[in-house]
Structure formats: C-alpha cells, structure tokens
C-alpha cells in the first residue's frame, strides 16, 4: 500500500529565505505522481507542483521546486525567498499505478510559519 | 478554472440528525472525492465515484454514504450524526489521467453537537 510521511509538524522560516519541506513515500509501482498542495487558514486547497517519476529533471513553478531523489524516495519541496503569504499548511500527495486512476493519498502535513 | 462548490462553509447539526454536504463541479470532471481532515492526520479518503451511479468506499466509510445522480454532483451522507464526525469535510474532482491534480472546494466545516 502506498504511503506518504511528511516528518515535520512544524516549522519556522525567515522572510526571504528557503525552506524545504519534507516528504517520503513509499509504493512498489514503478509509475507514479506526486503532487504538493498549500491550505492557507482559510482553507482552501491550492495545487502547487507535480512531479511524475518518470520525470528526468525536477519540476518547478516560480518560487517553488521539487528535489526529487527516485532511489531514496523523497520528494521534498523548496519554497524559495519566503513571503508572509507561504504562511501555511503543507501536503504531499502521490497517486501511484496512473493507468489505474486511483486517488491521491495524503500525508499528514507540515504547518509553516513565516516570521518577518 | 475548475470551480468546485461545496454548499455550506460551516454547519452545525445535532448528534443522531441525517445530514447532507453537497458538492458541484462545473468541468465535466469524472472523478470525484470526499475526503475528511483532522488536525495531525491530514486528509483521509471517505469515498469516491467514477462515474455517475458509481462509488467506491475509501480509507473511513463507515457512518457515512454517498450518492452520485448526476455527473457534476456528488454528496456525502450522514445517516445518523455522531460528535466524532465534527471535522472539515472536502470535497474534491479531477479529470481521468494519472498527472491530473485534484481541484478542491473551499470544505465545510461541520460541528455535531
């Protein structure tokens, strides 16, 4: 069965620095996707970057990457030039075997607090 | 954009009443989800559906079902409320294809007293 752990509940970051989160999964597909979301204290859950595994190079969309190491399976997220407005929970998601259209399993999330 | 309404932000209901959360999507989408969160153990899986008239049970069904009439609507049921399912409830779709995020509602927050 897959599983997702993310083994930091909290974390802290200054303004304007990187922060990685991190993010272990297992599974014994070989084909699968894993996908980081931000829920703001409002709520909503907001899609930030996917990576497959069979993707070569690490995925990135703006301030945020993906370092995606296959053999160790992780898949850590790195939010760069921190803003107050990353203040939020994080979720690391993979759905493993595509073809078989399954949902996406959660892990528990890390809470980041951006001081100023 | 994918726009995922979910009926209520906050609702409070009495333990024992059968209470109904809706969710409509405007994109055609097939899949949808019910998922619940609680504080240090993420999102779990309720149920989810396919296809219109199709479910599938997830991580934690049990005091919960769900109906699937119509293609953009799915809802999640509880037949007898207990306190134990005070929790924010989410709801979510995406298109078939394995890279396909799920798009999330903005969740309702419901209280059983």
């Known amino acids: 069965a897959q599983k997702i752990t993310q083994t930091q509940p909290g974390m802290f970051v200054q303004e304007k620095e990187a922060v990685t989160l991190d993010c272990t999964y297992d599974?014994?597909?070989?084909?699968?996707?894993l996908f980081w979301y931000k829920q703001p204290s409002s709520g909503e859950m907001i899609f930030l970057i996917y990576q497959g595994s069979y993707d070569e190079q690490n995925a990135t969309e703006g301030r945020y990457s993906l370092n995606f190491q296959k053999a160790r399976k992780s898949a850590n997220l790195v939010i760069s030039a921190s803003q107050l407005g990353d203040s939020a929970m994080y979720f690391c998601?993979?759905?493993?075997?595509?073809?078989?259209?399954?949902?996406?399993?959660f892990g528990k999330g890390t809470r980041l607090s951006v001081i100023a | 954009d994918v726009k995922v309404t979910q009926s209520s932000r906050y609702l409070v209901k009495r333990t024992g009443e059968k209470v109904f959360l809706e969710c409509v999507q405007d994109?055609?989408?097939?899949?949808m989800f019910w998922y619940r969160q609680d504080p240090g153990l993420g999102l779990r899986l309720i149920y989810f559906s396919y296809d219109v008239k199709m479910k599938e049970k997830g991580d934690i069904p049990e005091g919960y079902s769900v109906s699937r009439e119509k293609k953009e609507r799915f809802s999640l049921i509880l037949e007898s409320a207990s306190t134990n399912q005070t929790s924010m409830y989410l709801c979510a779709t995406n298109p078939r294809g394995g890279n396909q995020p799920q798009h999330f509602g903005d969740g309702t927050r419901l209280s059983i007293l």
């Open positions: 994109m055609d989408h097939e899949n």
């Open positions: 599974t014994s597909d070989q084909s699968y996707g």
């Open positions: 998601a993979m759905r493993d075997a595509p073809w078989r259209n399954t949902p996406l399993v």
